[in-house]
């Protein structure tokens, strides 16, 4: 279970700095036939929360002692700041393994949660949508990078970038849900039908196994006419699609990421926090409600 709102205890905090976590060094070690669920965070709309919900629902699962790997897709590289990790101590990116064939293994960055790991980006990885125009496979580099992984973590969370192109292909080729944040703000619902069309083609050919994991709501004001409306039409229209928990606007959350810190470790009391655990619980609740279809290579 996650942890009360207080102290969580000390077996989730990370190792020392500079020391890798490994299943081995966890207590944990590989259950034969275990594949972790991918997750990718995607919405082509930038400012929905979408990298503070990677970060924070990440954070979540690594606290209830979940082996948890965040994956950043997004050349902005906000997923990696956001936990701590400094640019120029980065010891490789995900660009690194999408383009140089360079194993994932090794671009593994610890952060303070114990459970959790980081494959961070650089705008490096910008480039990375042409170079990979006119390679062979190219929307399954990342499904490709992450196979030998798989059985080493519980949960992989993949933070898209505010697009829907190759990179984004890529992270719906490799999940097995997507999980849309959803802003209760006005002009929410508009390019709402762009994403779940693309989800349709990738269903349809590239990843057949590809679910809706749900609609997490952010930025929640209930002062706001809007945010209710917002809120009331997404239920109607999505039903059970939509996550119970909501993400409320939370001068602590906002201020998180300049600190380097999930909301967890920075005010694990806020109400932020306390939406994030919830989606968390979610999450794990569902645990065994979806098989993955992947097999370990």
């Known amino acids: 279970m996650l942890p009360p709102v207080g102290a969580l205890p000390s077996r989730v905090w990370g190792t020392c700095r500079g020391q890798r976590w490994t299943p081995e ?9 275990h594949v972790g669920r991918i997750i990718c965070i995607s919405n082509q709309k930038g400012g929905v929360g979408k990298t503070t919900t990677a970060i ?8 209830a002692e979940r ?3 965040l994956v950043d897709m997004d050349p902005q590289g906000n997923a990696g700041s ?3 990790l400094k640019r120029e101590m980065l010891q490789g990116t995900v660009y690194d393994a999408i383009l140089g064939g360079r194993p994932m293994r090794e671009l593994l960055h610890p952060t303070e949660l114990r459970f959790l790991q980081v494959v961070p980006a650089t705008p490096d990885l910008t480039g990375a949508e042409v170079e990979l125009v006119n390679q062979e496979r190219r929307e399954f580099r990342l499904r490709e990078a992450l196979r030998p992984l798989a059985a080493d973590y519980d949960y992989i969370l993949i933070d898209c970038p505010p697009s829907l192109g190759l990179l984004t292909l890529n992270a719906l080729v ?3 849900s997507v999980l849309i944040p959803l802003q209760c703000e006005y002009y929410a619902l508009e390019g709402l039908s762009q994403l779940t069309h693309t989800v349709d083609l990738v269903q349809q050919g590239l990843n057949p196994g590809l679910k809706m994991e749900g609609i997490l709501l952010t930025m929640f004001d209930s002062r706001a006419n809007i945010a209710n409306q917002v809120v009331e039409e ?3 229209y999505f039903k059970d699609q939509v996550f119970t928990a909501v993400v409320p606007r939370n ?5 998180c990421p300049s600190f ?16 994030y655990l919830a989606l968390g619980r979610e999450i794990m609740n569902r645990e065994g409600h979806h098989p993955s279809k992947r097999h370990v290579a």
């Open 25 to 33: 060094t966890s207590g944990h070690s590989k259950r034969m036939g």
């Open 174 to 176: 490799a999940a097995d």
């Open 251 to 255: 001068v602590r959350l906002a201020e």
């Open 56 to 63: 924070n629902l990440a954070a979540s699962l690594a606290s």
């Open 234 to 236: 997404a239920r109607g």
């Open 67 to 69: 082996r948890t790997l």
């Open 82 to 84: 956001g936990l701590g």
């Open 260 to 275: 380097g810190k999930p909301i967890i470790l920075y005010d694990i009391k806020s109400k932020g926090c306390e939406s």
